[in-house]
């Protein structure tokens, strides 16, 4: 008896302790394919001044032809622009099984965009994601993108080695 109560309370403890780093998370679902006009927007108004880890989550089927992603993200403070990347993700690996969590047809991959990126909290944030993925030797995107299901944006506190 004595020993099940002292392993809860260390469950207890161990579990208290684990909080969610998010400090914002949110989705962009698309109802069949991504458009390559359909930006994928997140307003976000309330980060106290700290250094964040930015994450990009997609979520593709077994459609999404390509075993690699590229996405252009932007990251405004107000009207200033503070980073534009072009990212490439590979979405699967060198024999073809899809990377990223989930079962069945639906995969979730959790991309790094900004690691140790300092958050002014000056001014509201917002992020736009769109995809730039295009065939081998074409110049022009894909209008559509079929299988990516869903793209989201993570914004996590760097916790503290010391904790």
Same mark, same amino acid.
Request: glycine residues 6%; proline residues 2%.
């Given at each position: 008896?004595?020993? %099940? ?10 579990? %208290? ?15 069949? $394919? ?22 990009? *989550?997609? $979520?593709?089927?077994? =459609? *999404? ?18 980073? =534009?990347?072009?990212?490439?993700? +590979?979405? %699967?690996?060198?024999?073809? +099984? &899809? ?13 790094? &965009? ?19 993925? =295009? ?21 996590? +506190?760097? =916790?503290?080695?010391?904790?």
């Amino acid at each position: 008896m004595l020993k %099940s109560f002292i392993q809860l309370i260390i469950l207890s403890l161990f579990t %208290s302790s684990c909080e969610d780093p998010k400090l914002f998370m949110e989705y962009r679902n698309f109802a069949d $394919r991504w458009s390559v006009n359909d930006k994928a927007v997140f307003n976000i108004n309330s980060i106290s001044k700290q250094e964040v880890n930015l994450f990009i *989550y997609v $979520r593709n089927d077994y =459609r *999404y032809p390509f075993s690699n992603l590229f996405l252009i993200a932007s990251l405004k403070e107000g009207n200033n622009l503070v980073a =534009r990347d072009t990212l490439e993700y +590979a979405m %699967s690996d060198e024999k073809g +099984a &899809w990377l990223g969590s989930g079962f069945l047809e639906l995969k979730e991959s959790k991309l790094l &965009w900004k690691e140790s990126f300092l958050v002014k909290g000056e001014k509201p944030i917002t992020a736009e994601i769109e995809h730039a993925v =295009r065939f081998n030797g074409n110049e022009n995107g894909i209008d559509a993108l079929e299988g990516i299901v869903g793209v989201g944006l993570a914004i996590e +506190a760097i =916790r503290n080695q010391n904790e």
